[in-house]
């Protein structure tokens, strides 16, 4: 018996329920799946919950649980989350870190700032088009210190 399981909305994950139950290979394999599947967004998820997503990986709930806790289970969620966030989510977050290190009546500026600030410092370079609104660090440090005074 073949299943599907839906991720982000743009990749469909099988698996071969009766082969995958007779080795340590099947496992960590699961284990990917559900890694991948919970490093999704919720609102992008088929199966929406870890119960259906259990039933259809083949396991029980509780097997998921052990597969949170198992340290292989970690980097592959880790790594899933990594891609997801480099390749889906850098953009909205930096974008959101601009507004509130911007913005200023936020109560959380000057941390959004230093995050920002942070993260811009670490790159070589900085190839993200429009979304840091062509700001500078040198122009947002400039900010900040207008503000402090």
Not at 4 to 21: F, N, R
Not at 81 to 106: C, H, I, K, W, Y
Request: glycine letters at 4%.
């Amino acid at each position: 018996m073949t299943h599907d399981i839906q991720t982000g909305g743009t990749s469909s994950l099988t698996y071969d329920s009766i082969a995958e139950k007779l080795s340590p290979e099947a496992r960590l394999h699961r284990m990917s799946l559900y890694a991948e599947w919970l490093a999704t967004p919720s609102e992008l998820r088929e199966p929406s919950t870890k119960k259906d997503v259990a039933e259809r990986l083949g396991v029980t709930y509780d097997t998921l649980k052990d597969y949170e806790a198992d340290p292989r289970f970690h980097r592959l969620y880790t790594d899933k989350l990594n891609q997801e966030f480099r390749v889906e989510r850098l953009g909205d977050v930096l974008n959101t870190l601009m507004v509130q290190a911007t913005d200023p009546t936020s109560t959380r500026a000057v941390q959004a700032a230093r995050l920002l600030l942070d993260w811009m410092e670490r790159r070589d370079s900085i190839d993200i088009g429009d979304v840091l609104t062509a700001a500078t660090v040198d122009e947002i440090r400039q900010e900040l210190e207008r503000r402090a005074t």
